[in-house]
Structures are given as C-alpha cells and as structure tokens.
C-alpha cells in the first residue's frame, strides 16, 4: 500500500494535479465571471456593498480576503477591480493591507503548484545542467533578493508571470512570500488610495484613471526602488571587475 502511494506522489499526474486544478479553475472562472466582474458592476452594488460592511466589518473584511486569494489563485479576471475595492470598502488602510495579504496568498498558491510539478522538474534540469545555462542559473541563485524584487516593483511584469518563474528556478518559498509581500506593496498602496477616492469618482459618473502608476510622481519612485534592488547586483559586478 505504501509503495502504490509513494509511486502515486511520483507520478506526473499526481506531481502536476495542483496546477492543472489550477488551470481548470481559471477556465472555469472566466467562462462563467466574464465581465462580470467589473468597474460598472462596483458601481452598480456599491451601496449593498456599504451596507454589508457597516453591518458585519470582520466578516466583510475576510471575505473580501477570502474571494481576492482565489481571483489570484486562479487568475481570473478583475484583479485590479478587487484592489480598488479593497481602497472601496475599507480606505487606503487597512485596505491596502488587505489587499497585499490576498495577493501574496493567491500568488504563493501558484507557486506551489507550479514548483510541485512541473517548476520541480524544470528546476532540476537547470541544476544539473551545464555551461552557459549553469552560469545564468548560478547568476540568478546568488541575485535571488534582487531579481524577486524587480519582478514584483516593476509594472510591466505580469503578476503571473512573476508568480511562476521563481517555481521554475526553485526559489525558496520564504524568499518568494517575502519579496511578494512587500515587493507589490507601493503599488497596491497606489491603487487602494485610488479605490479608497471612488465615491467621488462615482458621484461624477466617471471611471477612475488606472493609468497613475505611470505618472511621473509615481513611477520615478518605483523606479527609484528598482534601482535600489539593482544595487547589491552592480555592486557584484564591480568588486568582480575590481577583484575586491
């Protein structure tokens, strides 16, 4: 009996079972959400939505939770709706807060299943490879801080993508859940304080501008940011060409 379970966690359906559980549910949600998961339907049941958190603030605060973890799990659609509700129900903070801790979940729940399949196998064959693949993997091994940190600082890396390509370069899962947290955090702040002004935006009938993190007062210190996290990466670089 034992030997038919261990063969089981060793086969490849059983390795790859979380991710296709995964890939089948992101299916599944955007056949059945759709659009529906929209500004205008925000808009539509704020009210109801106010309503239901004045009269039950802890069980709104962790359904909204709840529900942002699988919008991210699952990578369905309205990722950036549930942020901006999240400034919405409950301000800049907790909001953004809230916000973070349902990311970083839904993000670590991609990870997993990616690194117990196929980010496992991958992630050994780039270990027992050799030359100049071996260096770039040996290159991002001692970088790791710093690459998790672009990926997740930089706005133009899908969130998705950041999700599965440290699975795929076996990165630990306490450097990945750490560099997700607070490596999305400026720009989760942003957008919560957007979501947090939505009343006024309502009240003229207008949609927000989501374009703001690429503003000027916004993005130059994101950017500010990425070169900080690009430092210990050129400081390398330098001592090697120095022989310091």
Known sequence: MTDIVTETRRSPLGRNLPLIAIAVGAALGWWLLGDRISFQ????????????????????????????????AFSLPGATIATLTGGFLFATFP???????AATLGASAIFLAARSGIGAHMGARLEGSEGLV?????????????MLFLMRLLPVVPFFVANLIPAFLDV??????????????????VYTSVGAGLSEVFARGETPDLGIIFEPKILLPLLGLCALALLPIVLKIFRGRSGL
């Not at 049941?45 to 942002?68: P, Q, T």
């Not at 909001?95 to 801790?101: M, P, R, S």
């Not at 071996?134 to 991002?140: E, M, N, T, V």
Request: charged share 15%; hydrophobic share 60%.
């Open 41 to 72: 339907a925000l808009a539509d049941n704020r009210e109801a939505l106010i309503a239901f958190r004045d009269a039950n603030y802890a069980v709104a605060a962790l359904g909204f939770i709840a529900v942002y973890v699988l919008i991210v």
């Open 95 to 101: 909001g953004a807060l809230f916000n973070v801790i």
């Open 134 to 146: 071996k260096r770039i993997k040996a290159g991002i091994d001692e970088n790791q801080w710093s």
């Open 172 to 189: 630990p899962l306490r450097r990945f859940v750490i560099s997700t947290f607070f490596g999305i955090m400026p720009g989760a702040v």
